[in-house]
DNA sequence: CAGTGGTCTAGACCACTGG
DNA sequence: CAGTGGTCTAGACCACTGC
């Protein structure tokens, strides 16, 4: 039996034209259900969701068709499937996906092959959001922001410097000391907290001299050129919930990606 | 029944520890074996192949097992799924794929509004490995090599240059004349002229200063920060196939890059 | 051993394409 | 209309985990 007694639904192309409604298939209204369960979080990261014959059972819908829907959470790195022992909400807190957001990566050795990046939080404080950063994280301008600046050092070198913006709504309690005194991923800490879970991030990427104090920060020549990484990262429903610009030096470390 | 009557195969893991065999499901193997199909060219790049139904009577498997392995190859853009029509071996030639591989956009407007690129050949020539660049495409130095230089410029301005090492067995025939002549995506020309498919690459990107007569090309002033792309891409068998090292502009455009 | 995810099957039906 | 890929089901069995 269907979870939902019809199988059409309406589709973001609607708006531009008169389309015939889109065929939504069951996977995918099951797949719904479970995210609005991971938002709502009803199960947390790190622990397990109920296995594939339960919730075919909740739904009343096949294993296969649960199946499915979870196999599209998995491929989004949403939650992660153990064989024989289950199917567990995804954490930034996880040793092995460390490295997903950050592509930087030494010229030898692999990924954190130099032990645990030193953290160093230069600043923090709250604000008002300028125009374009209000655009960005789709507010107004004027409204309230967490704006914070950090250090990443490996092997002692400082490599990295990034200015980050928040909303200032949904973290509500941050400071900079809760920052500065906590060691580990910033996105792990986000999601324990503030029940804030990075999914999706998209990144721009530009060759700029080293200028504005950043230079004396990174400790390079003033002028020395540097990777500028733009980062927008989106929660579940794909909302706009952070911005990062990153100053990368790249004399020992690149900047790592598949094209496939 | 099953197309290999043992469902065990040795795995790479092998060579490191004495660990069981891996257990090899069905739906690997018929992607082993499509994959097989498609290198030796008995499906050619743009063609339909058999149904999933024909494939399931020629394998003697059910169509859902051909369906999983066709969906994996599918993932991968080896095939293209169309509804209702069949599935088709994919190629560079696609006007929707055109920028899998060039990650560089213009910052307003989407990827592709500019037109399409100018591309011009600055030099081509057969040369000798070097000992990092045979290293790196699996040759030995001093093996033959092709070695070409192109600017691609949008709306007339300079922003891409591009040193290419090619393998010369691979690309017999290949001339400067024939590289000049064809405007298109560099991969199509590969694909329908020598058989050589890229699937898959991996980049390293930092930022360096224009040096070398690179400024002059590009038209920017000596010591511009340029970014820095090495490409390494591979074929079917994952063989690197290909060098690039690109020289991008980012005044008026980004490399693009999406994290999930 | 029971419980989990993973594979495979056979069959039914639906949505889309093109003649 | 026939042929294609896409969805859904029910059931069987396999591989892996932990008690």
């Not at 996977?27 to 609005?36: D, E, M």
């Not at 068709?65 to 995804?90: C, M, P, Y």
């Not at 996105?187 to 104090?213: C, H, Q, S, W």
Request: with cysteine; aromatic share 8%; net charge positive.
């Amino acid at each position: 039996m269907a979870a939902i007694s019809t199988s059409f639904a309406s589709s973001p192309a609607d708006e531009l034209a008169n389309t015939t409604p889109a065929f939504s298939p069951l996977y995918q209204q099951i797949k719904g259900l479970i995210l609005q369960s991971l938002q709502s979080g009803e199960w947390k990261p790190g622990e397990a969701i109920p296995s594939e014959m339960d919730l075919a059972a909740r739904y009343r819908v096949s294993q296969g068709t649960v199946r499915k829907a979870i196999d599209e959470l998995a491929s989004g790195h949403l939650v992660v499937r153990r064989q024989g022992k289950g199917t567990f909400v995804a954490t930034h807190a996880e040793q092995n996906i460390q490295f997903r957001f950050l592509k930087l990566v030494p010229d030898s050795g692999t990924p954190g092959s130099e032990g645990p990046a030193q953290r160093e939080i230069i600043d923090c404080r709250r604000a008002r959001a300028s125009a374009d950063i209000a655009r960005i994280l789709g507010l107004r301008s004027g409204d309230s922001v967490l704006q914070a600046r950090r250090v990443l050092s490996f092997a002692g070198t400082p490599t990295i410097l990034e200015d980050i913006w928040l909303p200032a709504a949904p973290f509500k309690g941050l400071t900079a000391e809760r920052l500065a005194n906590y060691h580990g991923p910033m996105y792990a800490l986000f999601e324990t907290e503030f029940n804030v879970r990075m999914v999706r991030a998209e990144e721009k990427i530009r060759a700029e001299p080293a200028t504005d104090g950043r230079e004396l920060l990174l400790k390079v020549a003033h002028g020395t050129p540097l990777l500028s990484v733009e980062r927008i990262a989106y929660t579940y429903q794909d909302l706009p919930m952070e911005l990062r610009r990153g100053y990368y030096r790249t004399d020992t470390h690149h900047y790592r990606n598949t094209l496939n």
